[in-house]
């Protein structure tokens, strides 16, 4: 909500993103409920909200990447209705009909983490992964499988577990007997496992790091990798961890506030400006990512309206063709420049993907 408000404020109030002069935005609040509704009647009610001289341009946000998230896009996208998604990154969304995402896909964010571990001395990995009918973490574990190949050694022996849901973690208990088979691979005197690749939820990854922190092989220093908008909402983990002998890095869209010692994205100042002049002054607020990623859903959105030719106002069938051409002259984002190429499947290219180390 705070990343939204504050864009909401900028591209009424600014000329960055098409002149605020011809016409202003509204932005009008759908609740999906915890576990993202995606009922008929929730659609018509979204789509009532059009009229003639006021009509709806598009939907920001969408949500986590649960099944009911490729279900909304799927019946939004058949109404012509353009979709920009803030933090879904399953790769089975990727290439739906009038879906465009400024946050990475999970693909995106495992080819990053394969840079990174060519510049680490790991040899050998176990994949955990989260067996639920999920497409987060489903497309996660596959990235993993698909595109480390040839960069770490991936163990064919997945650990599957049962997960939580977005609201509601795991069940005590769920990792007793992958931790024991994690230091079974560990101890393997020709091919000892030193990576673990998570493929789960966040709301997981807790009890994932208490039950290994307790295993029996606690001298053996393990290296987890994994991937996710908004994982650093995992934090505060570091005595666990270093009770543990273990070591957390993580690809996510963003890494403010501080970006790491690097210098940050040409507008993240404004923005930043902008978001503590509207009372949210709390900066670590900003640490997982996620109002950075849906105020560049707005803007990106806003951007693509205003430079439709349509008049008084663009019509929403004019957004899908706008949003394609955000090409050579992209969106000034917070979390930096934001453009699209014909073949991305609506994914933006082109973003600097951070790796950062969980504390």
Sequence with gaps: ????????????STGTYGSFQRFQVQLVLVNQGSRQNVDDWLIDEMLDESEPDHPLEAVIGLGSSVVNTEKVVEKLGSKGLAMVSAITSADGLTGMKNFWSVSPSNVQYVQELASFVRGRNLKRALPITDSNDDPFTSSLAAAFREHLKGVIYVSPAEQTFNGGTIDQPATPGVFDNIINNVCGAVNDRKHPVDTLLYAGRVTDFPAFI??????????????VLT?????????????LMSKGNIEVYYASSSAAPGWEGKTPPPDYHDFLNE????????DQDLGDGLAIAHHDALVTAVYAARNAVSK?????????????????????????????????GGRRVGMDIPIRRLH
Aim: glycine share 12%; net charge positive; charged share 15%.
């Design 227 to 239: 991937a996710a908008t908004g994982f650093a909402s995992a934090g505060g983990l570091a005595p």
């Design 312 to 344: 008084p106002v663009p019509k929403p069938q004019d957004l899908p063709t706008q949003l394609n051409n955000i090409t050579f002259t992209p969106v000034r984002g917070a979390s930096g420049p934001i453009r699209f190429e014909q073949g991305s």
């Design 275 to 282: 978001h503590r002049e509207e009372g949210f002054t709390n």
């Design 210 to 223: 208490t039950d290994l922190s307790n295993r029996t092989c606690v001298g053996t220093k393990l290296t």
């Design 1 to 12: 909500m705070q990343g939204a408000y504050t864009a909401l404020r900028r591209v009424n």
